[in-house]
T-cell receptor
């Protein structure tokens, strides 16, 4: 049974460009959450999706958007990239959105904005 | 919103000693507190968690304690080993609202052989 997978592993973009990050949850998991982890800090919540609906949004600008597909995979889009968007983007899946549902993290996508 | 503070930011211990990492949270509505271990270049992995109706939980060399009144919780690692070296994150989650995890800033634990 494979864990959460994310693609690409690494990405280099320039300021002003747009990026799409992808996540495939563990089979059977219906909830996907996205987190941004800046070097030396803890992950910060961006979005949560469950059954293709947005269930939560963190304090991120509208340049950040996401969606979940019928197969429960998810994409995170970031427009008009800034230098400060450089970070490790983590996807986490869980069976449901219940408070005690363990979140399993993917390996992350390392985004560098030049 | 919820805010989680974590101390210390770095911790160095000798192999075999104990290590303690402390976190405080701000929102009394939080009632689930997981701890994650993140090795260099790897994904965060859950090592232990505690619910608000429990004061302490143990799993072999790892234990977590929770003081709801004071709004703080701690991770205790006994008989540390070099493979315990990693960054540890505490987190908190509420029962209501978006139920996202709010993480602390992390503690880099170095176990000296």
């Amino acid at each position: 049974d494979t864990g959460v997978t994310q693609s690409p592993t690494h990405l280099i973009k320039t300021r002003g460009q747009q990026v799409t990050l992808r996540c495939s949850p563990i089979s059977g998991h219906k909830s996907v959450s996205w987190y941004q982890q800046v070097l030396g800090q803890g992950p910060q919540f961006i979005f949560q999706y469950y059954e293709k609906e947005e269930r939560g949004r963190g304090n991120f600008p509208d340049r950040f958007s996401a969606r979940q597909f019928p197969n429960y995979s998810s994409e995170l889009n970031v427009n008009a990239l800034l230098l400060g968007d450089s970070a490790l983007y983590l996807c986490a899946s869980s069976f449901r959105t219940g408070q005690y549902n363990e979140q399993f993290f993917g390996p992350g996508t390392r985004l560098t904005v030049l | 919103g919820e805010n989680v503070e974590q101390h210390p930011s770095t911790l160095s211990v000798q192999e075999g000693d104990s290590a303690v990492i402390k976190c405080t949270y701000s929102d009394s509505a939080s009632n689930y507190f997981p701890w994650y271990k993140q090795e260099l270049g790897k994904r965060p992995q859950l090592i232990i968690d505690i619910r608000s109706n429990v004061g302490e939980k143990k799993d072999q060399r790892i234990a977590v304690t929770l003081n709801k009144t004071a709004k703080h919780f701690s991770l205790h690692i006994t008989e540390t080993q070099p493979e315990d070296s990693a960054v540890y994150f505490c987190a908190a989650r509420m029962d209501t609202g978006r139920r996202a995890l709010t993480f602390g800033s992390g503690t880099r634990l170095q176990v000296q052989p």
